[in-house]
């Protein structure tokens, strides 16, 4: 008898998922249709722009900051007038942490809300999602986080580094430091497996050895097999593309096995000054980040960004490189639809190339072509004071390159 | 060899990990057959208890052995109001109280999101439990990982010794082993269903207060603990306390060996594989309580 209740159940469960699936079909033929009837609602006295962050989950400890300096951003131009006279109006919603929620939401915004243009997104996994959403509704998104490169999309702007304003430079602070050997540790999602296909490149071709690589699913708190790995390897140090609160997992594991920062070094790219408190201080002092921007950098425009998410925020909260990059991109934007005279997105775009901002991290220019922007590549040092301190830059903002095309190890990647 | 032995180590702190969450379950689950999905959300409870109590005593050694205590009156007292409102009224419809549990967990996140804040927190660990204590050859063991290894021991002797020798425990495996028979002989079954039931959540707060030292708290750790800690006791046989235990440090050991010799995603299937393979063979676990009751 039960067992026959089992097999209804299952059945049921089976039609409603196959209702479920064809219902989703049905409403993306309906979308196509009207996909070019979309454009952004500017006839009021104010203008519409989508928040899409993680407010929820694993990725909130660091998503919850990105919206943060973006409000702030929103409110200090509406203070000083708005764009082309309008006032800016902010629509938030929360990605979850979840890749397809993220396409949803991206969905919404643009076609219910009818926003001009939409910032967010933290892990690559859900700029992927919703990439085809802007690409098809033919709507702008503002990405302000580092990421894996390889990409370029008409209807994004990345303002966060590609890899040869990151990850190639922190290699090179590296191979300077005198490494030869490196372990490579990272979540399992597009970004850290293609991040390490490019560091694997590059050791081949720089004569350093990848010792071995592992990958712990997104949200994962066992590290104890992982850290025994990286332990017995010997590595001179540890390249880590670890995201979200794995990364407190992670170092937790790796002071309780008696690693520490002189004995092997981990270089970070996604762990900034938020998640650095997060962490714990005691379990990251002394380890190595890599960003273009820290809350310490120096520089007027930084000081005048601190001082005011501090004075918004709390004197506790410190400001960090996704949160910087997510802040210039409004302005970046503001620029763009004011060189254009339009919130038009394709006039913002062709006005795109050129434009320049005195950002917190220094002078950023934004590249027409691949829609990314130049940036100072900066390697720091995480204090005592859970701040962290530049110990090497770049001298000066590096042009972008998402597809390596100018290194000639990166040949067979793209 | 020091590979060797560390990484043993390591399985067997995963397989400590695993017995905490799943012996409160292998009380709830294994001897009242009550299946519990709230009781991710009874862990979470332990851990954020001991967040909250690392707010008020500053001290991190001290908030952490408070914390035990507490998460387990916390977390109990939780399991003795959801048996008291809804369980003892769906004894008999075991498919309904997998449902109304599920509703339960589901509630109580998004409780835990309303009063915590959506992103996890951290707890500091006592300065004693974050260093490591390093054997002859170059091994180490951590601190933190020992302490979880002893509770856990702790917890399956004081549990095997309630069981054992109390009058509550003579009582709590009466009921198991024939209701209508306890029924007759005087026991108040009901009673002893809360009490049970109090204890295999105040369990689950153990473990939270042992897992904070792990990792972050957050509203949604349940979620990814309770089907570890059902196929614990599913693999390990109901009725029977040495069946989780033995499974718990099997399935430690598998998981860590497997994730050395391949990767993390890989050694995880091979688990899921050997269980599969498992319950083909044996389905009722690897210990059955053998009883004369009908049911």
Known sequence: ?????????????????????????????????????????????????????????????????????????????????????KKIEPVGEDGASDWPTFAEKAEKLIREDRVAAVFGCWTSASR????????KNKALLFYPVQYEGLEQSPYIFYTGATTNQQIVPGLDYLKAQGAKTLYLVGSDYVFPRTANKIIKAYAEANGMTVLGEDYAPLGSTEFGTITNKVKSSGADAVFNTLNGDSNVAFFKEYKSAGLTATSMPVVSVSIAEEEVKSIGTQYLEGQLTAWNY?????????????????????????????????????????????????FDVEKVREASDGITFEAPEGLVTVDGETQHIAKTARVGKVGADGLIAEVWNSGQPITPDPFLKSYPWAGGLS | MTVLIGQLFTGVSIGAVLLLIALGLALTFGQMGVINMAHGEFIMAGAYT???????????GWSLLVALPVAFVVAGAMGVLLEFLLIRRLYARPLDTLLVTWGVSLILQQLARDIFGSPNVQTRAPDLLTGNIALPGGI????????????????????????????????????????????V???????????????????????????????????????????????????????????????????????????YLTTLSVAKVMVFIAIVAFLQWRPQGMFTLRTRSLA
């Open chain 2, 50 to 60: 001991t967040y909250v109590l690392q707010q008020t005593i500053s001290a991190a």
């Open chain 1, 294 to 342: 820290y809350q310490t950098t120096p520089g007027a425009a930084n000081e005048k960004f601190v001082a005011a998410y501090k004075a918004k925020f709390g004197a506790d909260k410190p400001t960090s490189d996704p949160m910087e990059a997510a802040y210039v991109s409004v302005y970046l934007w503001k620029a763009m639809v004011e060189k254009a005279g339009s």
């Open chain 2, 185 to 259: 002989s005087g026991i108040a079954t009901a009673r002893v269903d809360r009490m049970t039931f109090f204890i295999g959540s105040g369990l689950a707060g153990i473990a939270g207060v042992a897992l904070t030292l792990l990792g972050p708290i957050g509203p949604t750790m349940g979620t990814n603990l309770i089907i570890d800690a059902f196929l614990v006791v599913v693999v390990g046989g109901i009725g029977q306390l040495k069946g989780t235990v033995i499974v718990a440090f099997a399935l430690g050991v598998l998981q860590a060996s497997g994730e």
């Open chain 2, 140 to 183: 180490t063991v951590a601190n933190n990982r020992l302490f979880i290894l002893a509770l856990a021991a702790s917890a399956v002797v004081a549990l095997t010794v309630a069981l054992r020798v109390t009058p509550l425990g003579r009582r709590i495996r009466a009921v198991v082993q024939n209701r209508d028979l306890a029924a």
């Open chain 1, 128 to 135: 992927k999602a919703v990439k085809p959403v802007f690409e």
């Open chain 1, 1 to 85: 008898m039960t067992l026959f209740r089992g097999r209804r159940i299952l059945a049921g469960a089976m039609t409603l998922v196959a209702v479920a699936a064809l219902a989703a079909c049905g409403s993306k033929t309906t979308d196509e249709n009207t996909a070019a009837g979309v454009s952004a609602d500017v006839s009021g006295d104010t203008v519409k722009v989508g928040l899409l962050n993680s407010l929820s989950g694993t990725m909130a400890i660091s998503e919850v900051t990105v919206r943060d300096s973006i409000m702030l951003a929103v409110e200090e131009i509406n203070a000083a007038g708005g764009v082309l006279g």
